[in-house]
């Protein structure tokens, strides 16, 4: 029982590990680009968790071959929905790379911390 | 990079099949794993290729960056037309059987849309590319 | 196998601290996912995660790290707290994996809303083989449309960050420029 429960379900258990990695970046490392690093891993754990979802075992990818019946077919809603946030992810992406860019830019820096400091530095002064 | 040989003639030699490469993954979409999304990125691969080893004025001569804003903004308005022809026709909104007898209409309208994806993909991977490339450039 | 490597790659991603190779590494797990797409039968999926993940993308990274410098600072506080975090909401979500049906059943209730439907008629429907294409363009073109609408708009907001002048020159006393 345990065993089953082990192979049925060892897809979600590393798509949970991944996505703890990836959130444990974000909240506990202070650099900026290596947050976005982490927020991508989390969201490949997200995409991997669908297509696990997806998977139907002995199944082939949904291209359709016409004139052969009873072939199993694994689910492609799940692959369209991923295939369109992978774009949309890329495009996030590049969003905040662009705003580490420019605080980059306005403070020299992109520690979260340093950041932290200028601004109250800024903010005391005022 | 300038003075590789071999990367440069690399790059020349390989930058033809990448687009050739995506144009098939576009038009071929509809009977293999392929359509839009992936053709837009490939296209954009090979000119950030291209603009890695040449440098990007060089690519930029090739390819403006006004013509890749204007192709982002035109995919989205293909993609929006479509649906508008379809409704003109007397159809729903991107109701494809519109745009032709039977079938074939889905095919076009796939296609077509397919067609503005790859355009605002393209247009939009190229640009993000472009700003960063040269903002490094204007800061050194 | 690849999963295990792929946690292997994210642990690596958690601990390296030179940015170049951990963006590096960010391409490798990348092209790791799209192996384990193909092997989940999502071709489409692992084709795009290819070109996404692997290639444009690190050469983005690649671009904003010249430009902010490609060391990272040693974490200041413990990890404790972030630990504790993460652990308890891992062992939440795997407590809630317990409850899920197993991996690959083909009775699962998600293959029977209407995936059922794309794959048996898009055929006759549509006349396309590849279930992917015809369902992204066509039964779910509006969703399509978003998509490729939330692209442009990020491409235009990056052209507002990056398009304009460079920004006033970063001050060397520490103040932020305000605006």
């Known amino acids: 029982m345990s065993l089953d429960l082990l192979v049925s379900h060892y897809n979600y258990w ?29 969201q490949t754990s997200v995409f991997m968790l669908y297509i696990s979802m997806g998977k139907v075992s002995g199944g082939t990818p949904p291209i359709l071959l016409p004139g052969e019946e009873g072939v199993l077919y694994s689910n492609p809603l799940p ?3 991923i295939l369109t946030a992978i774009v949309v992810g890329i495009a996030t992406t590049s969003v905040g790379l662009a705003l580490a860019v420019r605080i980059k830019e306005a403070y020299g820096t992109i520690e979260e911390d340093e ?4 601004d109250a530095r800024t903010e005391a002064a005022e | 990079m300038r003075e590789e040989v071999i990367v440069r003639v690399g790059a020349k030699v390989l930058a033809p099949f990448i687009i050739t490469f995506a144009l098939y993954v576009h038009f071929h979409g509809d009977y293999s794993p392929g359509g839009g999304f992936q053709a837009g990125v490939i296209l954009a691969a090979a000119f950030a290729l291209l603009a890695l080893v040449y440098g990007l004025d060089a690519v930029q001569k090739v390819l403006p960056p006004r013509f890749v804003r204007a192709c982002a903004a035109l995919g989205v308005i293909i993609y929006a037309g479509i649906g508008v022809v379809t409704m003109v026709l007397g159809h729903n909104y991107l109701g494809y059987d519109a745009l032709a007898e039977g079938h074939a209409g889905q095919h076009y309208g796939i296609l077509g849309v397919e067609l503005g994806v790859l355009v605002t993909v393209f247009g939009v991977m190229v640009t993000v590319f472009y700003l ?8 050194q | 196998m690849l999963l295990t490597l792929l946690a292997a790659a994210g642990l690596a991603l958690l601990r390296g601290r030179n940015l170049f190779a951990v963006v590096m590494l960010a391409g490798i797990y990348s092209l790791l996912s799209a192996g384990l797409f193909t092997v989940m039968d999502a071709v489409d999926v692992a084709f795009t995660e290819a070109a996404v993940g692997a290639g444009i993308s ?7 790290l010249a430009l902010c410098g490609h060391h990272e600072n040693k ?3 413990t990890p404790l707290l972030p630990l504790f975090v993460v652990l308890v909401t891992g062992g939440l979500l795997v407590w809630g994996t317990m409850d899920m049906p197993g991996f690959g059943d083909p009775a699962n209730p998600v293959h029977h809303h209407v995936a059922d ?9 549509i006349e396309i083989p590849n279930v992917v294409t015809s369902v992204l363009a066509s039964y779910r073109g509006y969703d399509t449309m978003g998509e490729t609408t939330v692209v442009f708009a990020a491409a235009v907001g990056v052209m507002i960050l990056l398009a304009g002048r460079l920004g006033r020159k970063p001050r060397p006393d520490g103040k932020g420029d305000g605006t």
């Not at chain 1, 950041?115 to 200028?118: G, L, R, S, V």
């Open chain 2, 132 to 139: 960063f490339a040269g903002r490094g450039r204007r800061t």
């Open chain 3, 75 to 77: 974490p200041g506080h």
């Open chain 3, 117 to 125: 439907h794309y794959i048996e008629e898009s055929y006759h429907e």
């Open chain 3, 58 to 64: 690190t050469v983005l990274f690649l671009g904003a």
């Open chain 1, 115 to 118: 950041i932290n400091a200028i």
């Open chain 1, 14 to 42: 590393v798509v949970i590990f991944l996505m703890m990695v990836g959130f444990y970046i974000l909240i506990s490392r202070g650099n900026l680009i290596k947050k976005i690093v982490g927020l991508n891993v989390f």
């Open chain 1, 79 to 81: 692959h369209v929905l």
